[in-house]
Nanobody, 119 residues
Framework: QVHLVESGGGLVQSGGSLTVSCLASGLIFSIKSMAWYRQAPGKERELVASITTSGNTNYADSVKGRFTISRDNAEDTLFLQMNSLKPEDSAVYYC?????????????WGRGTQVTVSS
């Protein structure tokens, strides 16, 4: 199993910056990619950004140029640096890990951290 714990959420003004973190533990070697998702009230959960073990990244169009996803493999931590935040970025941000063990794939999720951007 993989255990994910997010931190760093909070309240920030529009135009501000915030970095959220996700500490992974457990079967770290089984992780093939990690990602940040977010879910606003009344909306579906959506992919924000992802990063593979080789460092390839992917971003939602709505955050390109403003958000940066990164990993610190030595600390088993995933980051999402968010700049130029907008009220529409307000959501619960969830950390996700895709794992593979003996060809069996499984997703793990953290409990989320709230990000609120005031106008």
């Amino acid at each position: 199993q993989v255990h994910l714990v997010e931190s760093g959420g909070g309240l920030v003004q529009s135009g501000g910056s915030l970095t959220v973190s996700c500490l992974a533990s457990g079967l770290i070697f089984s992780i093939k990619s990690m990602a940040w998702y977010r879910q606003a009230p009344g909306k579906e959960r959506e992919l924000v950004a992802s990063i593979t073990t080789s460092g390839n990244t992917n971003y939602a169009d709505s955050v390109k140029g403003r958000f940066t996803i990164s990993r610190d493999n030595a600390e088993d931590t995933l980051f999402l640096q968010m700049n130029s935040l907008k009220p529409e970025d307000s959501a619960v941000y969830y950390c996700n890990a895709e794992t593979v063990v003996a060809t069996k794939e499984r997703d793990y999720w953290g409990r989320g951290t709230q990000v609120t951007v005031s106008s």
